[in-house]
């Protein structure tokens, strides 16, 4: 049984925190952009355009076009729907929600990848971690209030819908990373998505001030960048490793949104949301027991 080295993993965690930062960072741009007037599918657009642009540029200046071909185009268009539908849902979320709170649904995530993997990929999951996937609902039923006034339900439903797409992500990324690169799964998942989300734009663009048009185009920037760097984390570190780094988000958001839009968490919030980790990590611990066990037993 071999493990990662040291620096490789050193470098995965680096990678996954700078995309972190550049996530939260993006979820602000995406918030004001709306506040100042752009409609959803125009933000979803230059999301994407922007990638599209960012990645190519590297692909010229580098490796070349020849490094991005791919014999799995049917399994990338699949990649390019079920992320484009979350993505949707989730930035329907940040406009909807204050940041803390549509991040924390966020963290639900591998709790909806335990369910897909055990119905989809049939993958053996014990009573530890179904107890963990309830215990994480609990938890955001204690953040979302069902009933009182809290916030927007509506808000919630997306929320809970963009992590549902996240986790069909994240299955499907574990086939199609055996073979492809962060930068060719980057690539074939931003071009892809202009086809739909041009037509999207052509019907809901408008006129905008130049301040606007600079927020979009940054949203575009940073969210490849971010999209980047959580993809070439995965190739340097373990799921196990990496992925716990993501829930350093919620101090992101809290930060941001105190400063720049001056809300802070509920008392809600700050209950559930540690019930919505807990459960999170300990699904990612179970996960790595269960692959070590795998690894013996292959070696005895």
Same mark, same amino acid.
């Given at each position: ?26 979820? $602000? $741009?995406?918030?004001? *952009? ?21 990645? @190519? ?9 020849? @490094? ?36 924390? &649904? ?25 107890? +963990?996937?309830? =215990? ?19 808000? =919630?439903?997306?929320?809970? &819908? ?27 998942? *931003? ?13 809901? =663009? ?59 968490? *509920? ?10 980790? +807990?459960?999170?990590?300990?699904? &990612?611990?179970?996960?790595? $027991? ?8 292959? $070696?005895?």
């Amino acid at each position: 049984m071999t493990t990662a080295a040291p620096d490789r993993i050193l470098a995965a965690i680096g990678l996954r925190l700078l995309s972190v930062v550049l996530f939260a960072m993006m979820n $602000v $741009v995406i918030k004001l *952009s709306e506040q100042h007037g752009a409609a959803l599918g125009e933000i979803l657009f230059f999301r994407q355009l922007g990638a599209s642009v960012l990645i @190519s540029s590297i692909i010229l200046s580098g490796p070349g076009w020849r @490094s991005v071909g791919t014999k799995k185009i049917g399994t990338h268009i699949s990649r390019a729907i079920l992320g484009l539908t979350a993505m949707a849902f989730t930035f329907t979320t940040i406009v909807t929600l204050p940041l803390a709170e549509a991040t924390t &649904l966020g963290f639900t995530v591998p709790i909806f990848a335990t369910i897909l993997g055990s119905v989809i990929l049939r993958e053996p999951t014990g009573w530890h971690r179904w107890g +963990a996937v309830i =215990a994480g609902f609990a938890g955001v039923l204690i953040v979302a209030q069902p009933g009182g006034e809290h916030f927007p339900l509506w808000g =919630a439903a997306t929320g809970l &819908l963009g992590a549902f797409g996240t986790a069909s992500v994240t299955i499907l990324l574990r086939q199609i990373t055996r073979t492809e690169s962060a930068l060719t799964t980057v690539f074939w998942f *931003s071009t892809l998505s202009l086809l739909p989300l041009g037509v999207v734009y052509a019907v809901v =663009a408008r006129s905008h001030p130049l301040e606007v048009w600079v927020l979009l185009a940054v949203v575009g920037l940073i969210g490849g960048l971010a999209q980047l760097a959580m993809t070439g984390a995965l190739g340097l570190g373990p799921v196990s490793v990496v992925v716990p780094m993501d829930y350093s988000s919620l101090l992101w958001a809290t930060l941001f949104g105190w400063l720049i839009f001056g809300t802070l968490p *509920s008392a809600a919030l700050w209950v559930g949301a540690p019930v919505i980790v +807990a459960s999170g990590l300990y699904i &990612l611990w179970r996960e790595r $027991v269960r692959h070590i066990n795998r690894a013996l037993e292959e $070696v005895q």
